[in-house]
């Protein structure tokens, strides 16, 4: 009988990237997430009924019940960073992965792998890191197995940073540089794919917490000259004072989409790099540059 994996949130980012890896080696798939979508558009070259996608709320106890119901391993990548309406933090990034892992546990589950971040503290001033830190909190609670992973930046294709600033890149004469001395450790989406499909098979790691950072720590102020290098552009780069950020965060949270919030402009003073037991070597995983691959999907017509 094959085995069958549930994804929360696998419809994301990072997550489609790991049901392609898991669809590859014959699993069947279930992808939780809070839009009705279809197996097809989730992942091509999936046999039929290999991918199963599901509509779960994370406030809904029975159906993540029934989500993780027979599952050998269930791995959470639900996570936010604004929040939609006020509370969703808290429900989302901590009862939320709280609830499910009970559920897994429950259920009879194997393994899990909880999705963090680097800087999830819960003395943090960034409502979002708190709240990633509780998660961490509840899903040990929940499933002491969990193996948590905290990645730094993530890029590739889709993302949400070097393409969010390669855009602004475009239409703007010049590249914004909020609070430039903070440190990032850039990883490719699909060496962090690689650590949750490794870990799922590595049981001597349950119960860990690994960071997950790429070859190279740069700075917020050389990762736009980076995006400008990628994109082939010349732009003035343009240190935004503080309290013109906040000025411009207060305003661009009430935009359709959130670019910028004042929760995140606290997340930019803190350096993102890895601090803690490094994940990708225990995992015996060489991370890629972003200089090889962010190029390939950042250069196009200007």
Known sequence: MTEIITLFGGAGFIGRHVLQKLV?????????SRSALSGRSLCVGAEPGQVIPLRV???DPAAIAAAVRGS?????FVGILAEARGGDFEALQHQGAGAIARAATEAGVRDMVHLSAIGAAADSPSLYARTKAMGEQAVLAGFPGAVILRPSLVFGAGD??????????RLSPVMPVFYGNTRFQPIWVEDVAEAVVRCLEAPAL???TLELGGPSIRSFRQLMQDVLRYTGLRRRLLDIPPAIAEWQARIMEHVPGKPLT????VLLQRDNVVTGKDGLSALGITPHPADVIAPGYLRGPR
């Open 57 to 59: 709320d994370l406030r």
């Open 206 to 208: 349950r119960g860990q």
């Open 262 to 265: 004042r929760d995140q402009l």
């Open 160 to 169: 949400g940073f070097f393409n969010r600033f390669a855009q602004i890149a």
């Open 24 to 32: 590859r080696r014959g699993l069947t798939v279930r992808v939780a």
């Open 72 to 76: 050998r391993a269930v791995v959470n």
